[in-house]
């Protein structure tokens, strides 16, 4: 998955029936969960808008790995 230059690695757990992901690239970790695609997607997005956020609210340089 990609959204704003960050890329998000999604495994599914077949025994929870759910999709779970993490946002690649970054010190921190950005998790995100669906049970289907499109709620995966919002998740994902949604994920990386309030890391931004966070931040921004902070001060912080954004956490990319380099």
């Known amino acids: ?4 230059d960050y890329l998000g690695d999604v495994s599914y757990d077949a025994d929870a029936k759910i999709f779970h992901g993490e946002v690649l690239g970054l010190k921190d970790v950005i998790t995100f969960q669906g049970t ?3 709620e995966l997607e919002k998740a994902f ?8 956020v966070w931040c921004k609210e902070r001060g912080e340089e954004l956490s990319q790995k380099k």
């Open 1 to 4: 998955m990609k959204y704003k």
């Open 36 to 38: 289907t695609g499109k």
């Open 45 to 52: 997005k949604d994920s990386i808008d309030d890391y931004l």
